[in-house]
C-alpha cells in the first residue's frame, strides 16, 4: 500500500448501550478510492463521522495523514480539517445561500482573497464538479437533485484538498445522474490525485468506479480488498448483497 492517507486501529463505539463498533480496523493508501459497504445498522455513517472528527469513539485510534485526530490540538486539527473535503449524504447546503456563496464558505473561513480570486476559485470548483455556471445565482431549492450533489461536492473542493470524505454520495439520485456523478468522482481521483473514501450501497458505483471495498458486520472488517474479489468472499451477508447485481461481461 502507498503512504496512508486515512488508519482505524481498534475502533470501538458504544450507542444506545449497544456496541456498533468492537474493534474496527483498516487504511486507506494515498490516491485509493475505496468504498465502505455494510447492513443497515452497521455505523458507516457514524465511522466517517468518527474518521472527519465529529464523533469521538469509545476507544481506538483514527489517523488522518499520521495525526491522530482524537488527540490533537484545536489549531492542529483545524489546520487538518483544509486537507480534507466532506460531501454528507443530503448535501448539507445552506438553503439560503447561492450555490455560489456555500462553495465560498470554506474559503471565507479559512483563506484572505480577494473577492475577484474568489469569485475565480468559486467558478473553478463548480467546473471540476461538472455544474454549469448558470447554476451559480441559484438556491439549492432550485436545482435538481444531481446538481444539488454536483454543488456539493464543489464546495467539498473549495480547499483544493488531498482527501474526499463522501457519504452515500448517489443516494436519492436517478441511475443516469448517479452514473454521471460516479464519473466526475473517478475523474478527480485520476486526474489530481485525490484519495477518496465513500459510504455506499450503490453497487453499480462498486463495480464501476472503486478500487477497493471495506465491508463492515457485527462491529468489525469482515472483508477488505478489490471489488471482484470481495464478492467471491463466502460469507452470507456479502453473497445476498453481490448477487443483486452481476458486471456486464459483454464486448
Known sequence: MSEPIIEAQGIRTRLGGAWVHDGVSFRVGRG????????SGTGKTVLLNELIGLIRPTGGVVRLFGTDVWQASLETLNALRC?????????????????????????????????AL??????????MAGLPLSAVDKKPAELSGGMRKRAALARALALEPELLFLDEPTSGL??????????????????????VFMNTH????????VDR?????????????????????AEPWIQSYFAAHVPHRGG
Open 202 to 209: 450503490d453497487l453499480d458505483t462498486l463495480w464501476g468506479i
Open 32 to 39: 485509493e478510492l475505496v468504498a465502505l459497504i455494510g447492513g
Open 83 to 115: 486537507r480534507y473535503g466532506v460531501l454528507f449524504q443530503d448535501g448539507a447546503l445552506f438553503s439560503s445561500l447561492t450555490v455560489a456563496d456555500n462553495v465560498a464558505a470554506p474559503m471565507r473561513e479559512h483563506l484572505a482573497l480577494p473577492p
Open 118 to 127: 474568489q469569485s475565480q476559485l468559486v467558478e473553478f470548483r463548480l467546473a
Open 174 to 195: 436517478d441511475p443516469i445522474a448517479a452514473r454521471a456523478f460516479d464519473q466526475v468522482v473517478r475523474t478527480l481521483c485520476d486526474s489530481l490525485g485525490l484519495t
Open 213 to 233: 471495498v471495506i465491508v463492515l458486520s457485527d462491529g468489525r472488517v469482515i472483508a477488505d480488498g478489490p471489488v471482484a474479489e470481495v464478492a467471491r468472499v
